[in-house]
């Protein structure tokens, strides 16, 4: 059994917290309850669009990677249906600074049309990547809107269809 503890603090954020002192390494993983099923269906992709835009930098951080790295730490994200899930790992004697940056873009994300653009074309790439360019890729494109002809699950979370 994981002993943990659980609070909610002032602003709502909940918060589960695990102490291992058998690693020097921490972990931070912020979860947001949205993903690609609170979208407007003629409107896809915002969800996994914006996780990657949550990487761009916040109004005082412009480099959100480069600060992490500095400090021995790496992170990643994902977005599915349900979720958006943003984690860091990092030696725990750094761990203030993962707490820093993720507060700083929580209050602070900064948007700029340079990095709104290059992360509509990563999102774009990867999903070739994942979807068209490896055999059977497209079958859950297709498969999707079959099971799910009437529910948020009905389109695939990497599409992006976005209006400017």
Known sequence: MIHFEQFTLANGLQVFFH?????????????????????????TGFAHFFEHLMFTG?????????????????????????????????????????????SDRMLGLAFHEKKFEAQRGVVIEEFKQRYLNQPYGDVWLKLRPLA???????WNTAILRLRR
């Not at 102490?19 to 409107?43: C, F, H, M, Q, W």
């Not at 249906?81 to 004697?93: A, K, M, R, S």
């Not at 799910?148 to 009905?154: I, L, T």
């Open 19 to 43: 102490e291992d002192k058998t690693t020097p390494i921490a972990a931070v993983n912020i979860l947001y309850n949205v993903g690609s099923r609170d979208e407007n269906p003629e409107r």
């Open 58 to 102: 916040s109004l005082h951080i412009p480099e959100y990677d480069e600060v992490l790295q500095r400090v021995g730490g790496e992170n990643n994200a994902f977005t599915s249906p349900d979720v958006t899930n943003y984690y860091i790992t990092l030696p725990v004697t750094n761990l203030e600074t993962a707490f820093w940056l993720e």
């Open 148 to 154: 799910y002809q009437k529910h948020p699950y009905h």
